[in-house]
């Protein structure tokens, strides 16, 4: 699997070029991967008899690459793996930004849309290393941790790759934006931060107990506490 | 706007009954309401060229439609329009679910994907019902408080109805579950949840300090509390 540094994509094609409020299109490399990398669910555009559809999945990003997991028989992945291209998006929803008109009311997000072809990862080490990858990305320290998977598991396990070939970022983190004359009204306005936090573990029921919490639970807690 | 109760769907076609792991599909109008109803972001599915595309918008379910909003010109409302049908998924993260083994990991969660037509709200009354049902779901009583659309505004608003078709839900929420050979590991286990909370809200810098923060936000700040 490569483990290359931030490569450039392609320069913003039409399809990727931020239409909607341009002023917030995002097009560096690494300003797209930080924000790939905050997260562990995309939402996965496909067809089906040329319907669209869309998915939810966890997934990491490798290098200039992101997989997915699932069944060897998940219609979804299936799909892209048949198509040219998949496109994919990540996106964080960091505050409520409310201002003095209903009409600017928004968002404060870090959203990336990607496109790319998709392919099956076949190598049972280049799986377990993106099996690997993501678990370390949920969780970090987690895979050293656990029984790792067997011939079986990986064979159970269809691994996708797709590499970024367009990407861009779309990022709202301001204050609300009123039209000038409305900031004379006595109406609060503001940024709600909204963010993802941890709570207390919950033990499996059938966890012993002399069984304690380890390290890298409490550095992910003490990383996401509320 | 309809207001009704939450009405019966049509029963799981073949399309939107639940494949991988069927034991977590949940079909039951009442709960995909309630999932829909505790988010306010979603990602849509739509074409261009054929070729499948997903960004995420915001979102608000009123009876048995759900309502989008943006610029008149947005490729993706545009394309909803002028397409047979949409599609719309909501996800909410809700744990990391911790095994003993890699292969068991997962993630405890509730999403939902409805089918439907989409249509222009064209009434203006109709649109502004839409638009205060969104402000009003993402923050409760921020719409009175505000200065609410005027003419211009409103006709400068595409809304777009999807009427929820067909629906379904997947939900996990639960221990790990292991190979029974593996709960013999001395390998901790168990579920870190997840949550979203809202943090002290940022006044607007141009704000005028005799503005207090009002009722709305501060019961907002109460339900989301970290």
Redesign the interface.
């Known amino acids: 699997m490569p483990q290359s540094q931030p490569q450039s994509h392609l320069p913003p094609s039409e399809?990727v070029s931020v239409?909607?409020l341009a002023a917030r299109g995002v097009y560096d490399p690494e300003q797209i991967h930080a924000i790939l990398d905050a997260g562990f669910?995309c939402?996965?555009?496909?067809?089906?008899k040329?319907?669209?559809?869309?998915?939810?999945t966890?997934y990491v990003r490798v290098g200039g690459e992101i997989y997915l997991h699932?069944?060897p028989s998940?219609?979804m992945l299936r799909s892209l793996i048949a198509?040219p291209?998949a496109?994919?998006?990540v996106?964080h929803?960091d505050g409520?930004v409310?201002?003095?008109?209903?009409?600017h009311?928004s968002?404060n997000?870090r959203?990336v849309?990607l496109f790319g072809p998709a392919r099956e990862v076949g190598d049972p080490e280049c799986k377990r290393a993106a099996?690997?990858a993501l678990?370390n990305r949920?969780?970090p320290g987690?895979?050293d941790?656990?029984?790792?998977?067997n011939p079986s598991?990986l064979k159970g396990?269809l691994v996708v790759g797709i590499r970024i070939v367009e990407a861009s970022a779309k990022v709202r983190n301001a204050?609300?934006k009123d039209d000038e004359e409305?900031?004379a009204?006595?109406?609060?306005?503001?940024?709600?931060?909204?963010?993802?936090?941890?709570?207390?573990?919950?033990?499996?029921?059938?966890?012993?107990s002399d069984?304690?919490?380890?390290a890298h639970?409490t550095a992910?807690?003490k990383e996401?506490e509320?």
């Open positions: 399809r239409k909607r669910i939402h996965v555009a496909f067809t089906v040329g319907e669209p559809r869309v998915l939810p966890a699932g069944s998940n219609q198509s291209e496109c994919v998006c996106t929803v409520l409310l201002a003095r008109s209903a009409f009311h968002i997000y959203s849309v099996l690997q678990t949920i969780i987690r895979w941790e656990v029984r790792t998977p598991e396990t204050p609300p409305d900031y009204l006595p109406i609060w306005a503001g940024v709600v931060p909204l963010s993802v936090v941890a709570r207390q573990p919950i033990r499996d029921p059938r966890l012993p069984i304690a919490q380890p639970v992910y807690l996401h509320a």
